[in-house]
Each structure stands twice: as structure tokens, then as C-alpha cells.
């Protein structure tokens, strides 16, 4: 008994595969089959089959015997991934007359071959497998515009053909796209007129993005030479940027041009509207629109009342609940100041004023009980120190969460808020530790021996 030959075809994951060895003599033999070193099958059969699961280089090895003699025989195994969804990835529209890359991709597939034909030629471009990404290119160079057919074909490793059809639309990109508008800064209610123009490309789509949440599309063969026109009326006022973008064999170009919309300037405030800043402190103050529409190129002016320079805001900009961003001063001395604000706009100029009065701010407090350890309804004094501030506001009071009637310390917090200026209130406060409170009285029931509330202008 002799072997003559052991062939294992190439087979798909997936499908059954058939090894079969073939005797030249002999009779009453045993074959024992052998896939990667593990015994698969002992029989008298000539042909192996089997399923795989996973792809690889598989060793098959047979061994045939009977009473007299043996016999071995070895070969390998392919097991290739199928062609699964195969997809174009290119849109639709490509460009005409420049090198185009044309990708498709796939979800699995192995020993893999392709062709491409465009308009029915075949591509003088070999398709491009790639396996990392799973993708197939072609290089395509089409000189002519419009619907073009095309056909993918890919074969798998036992050669099985799979055919994507489909059409490509070639367009030439466009170009030398302009836009002007007139005018560029005009009153409300007036018609602003965009003339736009492309010098090249074939089946142009504009889409128009007029800044105001308006949109609108203009599509041409061929852009007439003169232009297309289009109009628009914004209902408010501002600053908009229109943006235009053409687009065509899968291209696109864009441009944008701003358009000023002016109103009259309305009435406005400084907000806050006058009051207490600390000498040698930050004053932070906005600008508030009280009526009319929003400025465009329009200028905030603020003279301060203390011989300093004017604050110039160039744009003035106002955010979308008609308050402008802080502006902030320092006055050097203790005086009330007169503060002078102008929005100036293209047609008309308002003016505001308000009052700052620059105070000595307060630097700290200090406050001690007449006892630590007092009964229910028994009245403590309370001795508060501040230093510096005018105009302190003192308030005692006992702190969320303690409990009445109790045994132990209490904490409570005695706070200031001073009118010219606290540089942290946070820090200015101190805490007492009082052993029993009563929960049905107030803080000012219980600690009225001392100017714990109000106003005290002698501290």
C-alpha cells in the first residue's frame, strides 16, 4: 500500500471542508486523520471533512495502514474569512478632470481580488486591498461630467464574486466664489442686496446662511455669468455674518460678509445704578439696556467723576439678556462721585448717570459674650470690634442646626456687611460658643444687652 497524493482544497470559515488521500494499491486499511497534531477521525474513508470557525494555516497529516504495510501523508489547510458587506464609502458626487480616490470598505474577507469598471471599461488603476482598514481604493481620473456607472467586483479566496453596482456623479468643483453685499450698513428695515458670483464649476448647490437663523438654497447647472442676486430684511438689529457655501462634485468653497443692521440706541443704566464701592477697591459695574433693540457699531463711553481717564468700550457689545460685560474702576479718595455713561450709536447717543460713593472699606471683626455659660431666657451682651468700614450693619444670630436646650458649647456667628466695601466677608466673621439657648426665643429676644442689630455708625 502506497499514498499518491493528500489534497485539502482552500475552504471559507464557515463551510465544510473535504481533505481526501489517494491510494495507489492496497485493501483493508485503517486512515487516521490528524488537523494540528489532534486525531479528528480513524476510518476506512479516503476523504476527510470538517468545519472551521476560525481562519489559519491548518497541518493535515494521514496515516494509512492495514495488516502488511503504512503509509503517511501531510498538507496544508486554508481556512479564509468570507466576503461580508462590501459598501461604498465615497458620496456620490466626486470631482471631474483632477485624480479621485474612490473607497469602498468591507466587514470581513481574506485572499481577496477586485476589479473596477467605470462606464463599462475596466480601470487601468488595480484596486488597492487594504486589511488593516478594511478598505478598497481605486485612483480614477474622469473628464467628463454627469452620471457615471460603475461596477466593484471582489472575489474571495475560493472564488466566489460579489458585485457592487452603482452610479457616480461627476461634477467640476466650483470656483472664484464672491459675494457683495449692499449695502453693508444700513437702518432697520432696509433690503440688503448680496450679489454672488462663481467664475467655475458644474451643478452648483449654494446653500445661504443669512446670520438671523434664515436659510436658503440656489442651485445652477452652470452659474450665470452675471450673478445671482438674492435679498434680505432683518427683522432686528445687530451685527450678522451671512456665510455662503457652494458645493459641487464633492466640493466645497465658502464665503462670508457682515452686515450691520442699526436701530436707535435705546434708554440704558448702570447696573448696579449707584451705591457703595471701598476706596482703593475694585468697583465692578455693567451697562443695562432698559428699552429699545440692541446697539450695533455702537460705542460705551463712561467717565468716572474723579479726573481719570474715560473708559472706552469699541465695540460696545451687549450679551443676550441686554447687559453689557463688567467694567471695572478704583477711586482713590472719599468723596461721592458723579458718574457719566453715553452709548453712542450711528444715529443717536444715550446718556446715563449714577451715583458711587467711595468708602472707607472694613478690614476685620471681633465680638465676645458677657458669659460662655448662660440659662434658658437669659440675656448675654454681646461686645462687637470692627475696625475700619463706615456705616456697619452688625448681625448675631445662631447657626443652622443647633439644637435648643442643650448641654453643650453652641456655636453661633456674629457677621458685618459694610457698606464701603468688605475686601472678603467670609473672613470677616467670629464665632461664640454659648453652653444652653432656648429654641422659642429670638436672637433678639435673648441678646438684647448689646447694639447686636441695625445700623451703628460709630464703629
Known amino acids: 500500500m502506497a499514498i499518491a497524493g493528500l489534497t485539502c482544497p482552500t475552504v471559507l470559515v464557515g463551510s465544510a471542508s473535504a481533505c481526501t488521500v489517494t491510494l495507489t494499491s492496497g485493501s483493508g486499511y485503517t486512515c487516521v486523520w490528524q488537523v494540528d497534531g489532534t486525531e479528528t477521525a480513524s476510518s476506512s474513508s479516503l476523504v476527510h471533512t470538517a468545519t472551521y470557525q476560525k481562519s489559519g494555516v491548518l497541518s493535515v497529516a494521514v496515516k494509512c495502514h492495514n495488516l502488511i504495510n503504512s503509509a503517511v501523508a501531510t498538507a496544508s489547510l486554508s481556512v479564509e474569512q468570507p466576503l461580508t458587506n462590501l459598501q ?19 466587514t470581513s474577507g481574506t485572499r481577496l481580488s477586485a476589479t473596477f469598471t467605470l462606464a463599462g471599461v475596466i480601470s487601468a488603476n488595480s484596486p488597492v486591498l487594504d486589511y488593516n482598514t478594511n478598505t478598497i481604493s481605486i485612483s480614477v481620473l474622469q473628464t467628463t461630467t454627469g452620471t457615471v456607472p460603475y461596477t466593484l467586483t471582489v472575489t474571495d479566496a475560493i472564488g466566489n464574486p460579489t458585485n457592487h453596482n452603482g452610479n457616480f456623479i461627476f461634477d467640476i468643483p466650483p470656483s472664484g466664489l464672491q459675494v457683495v453685499v449692499n449695502p453693508a450698513v444700513a437702518t432697520l428695515g432696509t433690503s440688503f442686496q448680496f450679489t454672488i458670483n462663481i467664475s467655475g464649476g458644474t451643478s452648483i448647490n449654494l446653500s445661504i446662511d443669512y446670520g438671523d437663523g434664515t436659510t436658503d438654497l440656489v442651485s445652477n447647472a452652470v452659474w450665470p455669468a452675471a450673478g445671482v442676486v438674492r435679498s434680505r430684511v432683518y427683522a432686528t438689529t445687530g451685527l450678522f455674518s451671512a456665510k455662503f457655501v ?33 476706596v482703593g477697591q475694585i468697583a465692578s459695574i455693567a451697562v443695562e439696556r432698559l428699552t429699545g433693540t440692541g446697539s450695533a457699531l455702537s460705542v460705551l463711553e463712561i467717565n468716572w467723576g474723579d479726573n481719570t481717564p474715560k473708559t472706552i468700550v469699541d465695540p460696545f457689545i451687549e450679551t443676550s439678556n441686554a447687559v453689557s460685560k463688567p467694567v471695572t474702576h478704583t477711586y482713590a479718595n472719599r468723596l461721592d462721585y458723579t458718574v457719566t455713561g453715553k452709548v453712542i450709536g450711528p444715529q443717536n447717543t444715550a446718556t446715563f448717570t449714577g451715583t458711587f460713593r467711595a468708602r472707607n472699606f472694613m478690614s476685620g471683626i471681633f465680638c465676645t459674650a458677657s458669659s460662655s455659660a448662660i440659662q434658658p431666657n437669659q440675656t448675654v451682651d454681646v461686645t462687637v470690634v470692627v475696625s475700619g468700614g463706615e456705616a456697619v450693619t452688625v448681625d448675631l444670630s445662631r447657626l443652622a442646626g443647633s439644637p435648643a436646650n442643650s448641654s453643650i458649647s453652641m456655636p453661633c456667628t456674629c457677621s458685618a456687611v459694610c457698606w464701603g466695601g468688605c475686601p472678603d466677608l467670609a473672613v470677616s466673621r467670629c ?10 426665643d429670638s436672637a433678639s429676644d435673648v441678646w438684647d444687652g448689646g447694639p447686636i442689630h441695625g445700623t451703628d455708625s460709630s464703629l
Not at 465615497?90 to 468591507?106: D, I, K, M
Not at 464665632?431 to 422659642?440: A, E, G, H, T, V
Open 246 to 278: 457652494a458645493s459641487s462634485g464633492g466640493q466645497t468653497k465658502s464665503f462670508v460678509v457682515s452686515i450691520s443692521v442699526n436701530g436707535p440706541v435705546g434708554t440704558y443704566q448702570f447696573k448696579p445704578n449707584g451705591g457703595y464701592v471701598g
Open 88 to 106: 461604498r464609502v465615497t458620496p456620490v458626487n466626486v470631482p471631474a478632470n483632477v485624480a479621485t480616490e474612490l473607497v469602498f470598505n468591507f
Open 431 to 440: 464665632f461664640l460658643f454659648i453652653s444652653s439657648w432656648d429654641n422659642s
